[in-house]
Structure formats: C-alpha cells, structure tokens
C-alpha cells in the first residue's frame, strides 16, 4: 500500500530504501526523472482506482502530492520527456462499456496538465483487464506504444497490442491549446 523509492548505487546488484513517495492507498507507481531536481512519480490508488501525480525537486529525496491526474478506473500511468522537453503521460482507461488509452500533456516539467485526449479506443463491449501502456520515441516525432488487454476486436484472448503513432500530430489538434 505504499510508493517507494529504492537506488542502486552498484548498476542493480543491490537496491537500498532511498524514500516514500506516498503512503496508505499506492501500488503501481511509474517514476520519471526530468531533469537533475525534477522528479515525478504516477501512483495508482487502490480505492477508487485513479492516478495520482506526486512531485520532488531535490532529486527524489522528498516527495509531496501535487493532483490527481486521471478519473476513476483510469491507470496505470507512464511517463516520458518528448524531444520537445514537454511530458506525455499515457494511461489506461478501463470504464463500463469502454476500453482506451488516453494522453495527457505537460509543458511545464509536471505543474499543469493539458486535458485528457483519447489515443486509441479498445473495445466499447464490457469492461475488461487492460491497458498498462508503455512507450518510447522512434526518431523526432512517432511513438510506439505497447500496451496489453484481455479481449479487443482484433483478438478475443488476452494480448500485446502496440501503436506507432505521431505525437506531434496528435499534440497539434485543439486538446493541446
């Protein structure tokens, strides 16, 4: 029930407590370090199951709540810097009748966030198990997104799905003004 920081100082060999991020309702916790200071830290709660975003500036040795960044039943959250310094979270929606990945932006290291934008829709059936995203930049302006579900249209078992999709793109429609 607790977000914790451990470090290696031996390339992963041993990992020594470094700090709590949060504590009481936390599991699930993406960290992303954006510069030398700057930390941030994506926890899912257990309770109604949303993403809180928890935030240091010395380097993660201290860490406060800053806002919840995702509604109910909307996570597991993962980070990353674009080449254009901004920060994209992706995330899992899992509501009744509607399976999804949705983004969200940051322009200023994690302090504001642009609303929510759908990426891909999943299924609109029932509620199943997915999502889960994780990605990485492929040159100066795609993405591929690996997520997981248990049932879409394009497989009826559980599966990888992945997304090569164009940020810059996505970022320039009116979600981001």
Not at 26 to 54: G, M, P, S
Not at 106 to 132: A, C, F, M, N
Request: aromatic share 12%; proline share 4%.
């Amino acid at each position: 029930s607790n977000a914790l920081l451990y470090r290696s100082g031996d390339d992963g060999d041993s990992w020594q407590f470094h700090a709590t991020i949060a504590a009481g309702d936390y599991n699930e916790t993406c960290i992303h370090v954006v510069d030398e200071k700057r930390c941030l830290a994506a926890a899912r709660t257990f309770n109604n199951q949303t993403v809180h975003l928890f935030l240091s500036d010395d380097g993660g040795d201290h860490w406060r709540f800053h806002e919840p960044v995702t509604g109910a039943y909307e996570h597991n959250a993962h980070l990353m810097t674009l080449p254009d310094g901004r920060i994209l979270m992706t995330y899992g929606i899992r509501h009744p009748h509607d399976l999804a990945l949705a983004i969200r932006v940051s322009p200023d290291k994690g302090t504001t966030w642009r609303r929510p934008h759908r990426l891909l829709q999943i299924d609109d059936v029932e509620r199943y198990d997915g999502g889960y995203p994780s990605g990485v930049t492929v040159g100066d302006d795609r993405i591929l997104t690996a997520y997981y579900t248990k049932r879409s249209p394009w497989h009826q078992r559980y599966h990888m799905g992945t997304l090569f999709w164009n940020w810059k793109k996505e970022l320039d429609r009116d979600f981001d003004r």
